[in-house]
């Protein structure tokens, strides 16, 4: 499973998709047979959704359990507004992982004929002597399976010693521990829509490659017997758009609660930092800092995943520029049919990243710095709100 070998973009996934299996995504058993990818249903997977779900809801019990029993944490929390943002965002966060686990297994149709695509775009781009790398984007999966389950460790690691100095019963430690597993969930995720995205730009700049060798790096302009070449073009281009239409149906709405989670998690650890610093304690120490690291690691998460989409697009573009330069350049017009069909596909049907709401692309990102802002702004202004009002009732329990 971990060798950098892989025949098809099945074998180059295998390593993600069985890891996400295992913690309750994609929670089915995927085989190929005869170039075909299949899935079917067992009673181990089964078994392992109904596990994922049951450490969701225990994990989320037991966080708020323990919160609440953290005595030593109450100087943290001077302010209602901040205590209930810091607990609403980690109860999302618990929601999208038990929406996830459901959605991509009643989805699962949608998964084996993406990848039954992808599986023949990539046979047409062989037959084209244009063949996409697939061990080296195999040892990126692996490289960032291996620094995401690095990170959560450390991130664990530096709060562990603070839970485990407080009196708290043990069954709670290990619902913070299994807690971890939540975290890795989504973050697995995140790597299964950016791997399938990446994807299919990877394969629209095969097809630029191939149209730039081919047609436009002819020195004659005479592109007689070249329709054919045209004709697969076409069908990769086709098959590529309906890869982007499974991504918006299997991956849409995860992808929707996930950015809606990390974006959560950014506003509240900027609020964190802005009412943090000016404090010279220990305690901005042991949230200010983590804060800056969820902050930064939240920020990247919704930034590629905008930049992405964004990309792929933009090479699907590039696609329909080069198909025009290759008319303009085309002296005997024998390629006029082919073009003029492709370039009106191209035109109607370019892959777009979706969740229906919206789409994934570098336009979202500077809404969401707007949004970002104003929301801070907004919660600044109700905690100062919330303390103007606990010094008035302070006042007058006093003068009582």
């Known amino acids: 499973m971990f060798s950098l070998k892989a025949k098809n973009i099945y074998e180059v996934a295998r390593p993600l998709l069985n890891l996400s299996r295992y913690f309750g995504i994609n929670a089915f058993t995927i085989e190929v047979k005869n170039e075909r990818v299949t899935a079917r249903v067992s009673w181990i997977d089964l078994t392992l959704i109904l596990s994922a779900n049951f450490n969701i809801i225990f994990s989320s019990i037991c966080f708020l359990h323990v919160f609440s029993d953290l005595t030593k944490l109450d100087d943290m929390f001077y302010s209602k507004i901040y205590e209930k943002t810091f607990k609403c965002s980690y109860v999302f966060a618990f929601i999208t992982s038990f929406v996830i686990s459901w959605w991509t297994f009643s989805k699962r149709n949608s998964l084996i004929d993406l990848f039954n695509k992808l599986i023949e775009a990539d046979a047409e781009l062989e037959n084209m002597k244009v063949p996409v790398n697939l061990k080296k984007v195999k040892k990126c999966i692996l490289m960032f399976i291996f ?75 005479v592109y007689v017997g070249k329709a054919a070449d045209l004709h697969k073009v076409t069908c990769i281009h086709e098959s590529l758009v309906e890869c982007s239409d499974l991504v918006n149906k299997f991956y849409g709405v995860p992808a929707m609660l996930l950015m809606a989670q990390e974006f959560c998690y950014t506003i509240t650890c900027i609020f964190v930092n802005i009412q943090f610093m000016y404090q010279n304690d220990s305690t901005f120490t042991f949230v200010s800092i983590p804060s800056l690291f969820w902050s930064a690691n939240s920020t990247f998460i919704l930034f590629i995943m905008t930049y992405w989409g964004h990309v792929a697009r933009q090479e699907a573009m590039k696609t329909a520029s080069l198909i025009h330069k290759i008319a303009n350049r085309d002296k005997l017009n024998v ?66």
Not at 163 to 188: K, N, P, R, V
Request: with cysteine.
């Open 147 to 221: 620094l995401g389950g690095f990170v959560i460790s450390i991130a664990f690691v530096i709060y562990l010693p603070k839970i485990i100095a407080e009196d708290i019963h043990w069954i709670h430690h290990f619902g913070m521990i299994s807690a971890q597993a939540t975290t890795f969930q989504i973050f697995l995720t995140f790597l299964q829509f950016q791997f399938i995205v990446h994807s299919i730009k990877a394969r629209y700049v095969c097809l630029n490659r191939f149209l730039t060798d081919n047609f436009l790096k002819s020195s004659n302009n």
């Open 335 to 400: 390629l006029s049919p082919k073009i003029l069909i492709l370039s009106q596909q191209l035109l109607h049907r370019i892959p777009l990243f979706s969740c229906g709401l919206f789409d994934f692309d570098l336009n979202l990102t500077f809404k969401m710095i707007g949004t970002a802002a104003i929301y801070v702004v907004i919660l600044i202004q109700f905690d100062h709100a919330q303390i103007d009002m606990d010094d008035i009732e302070a006042k007058n329990v006093t003068l009582i």
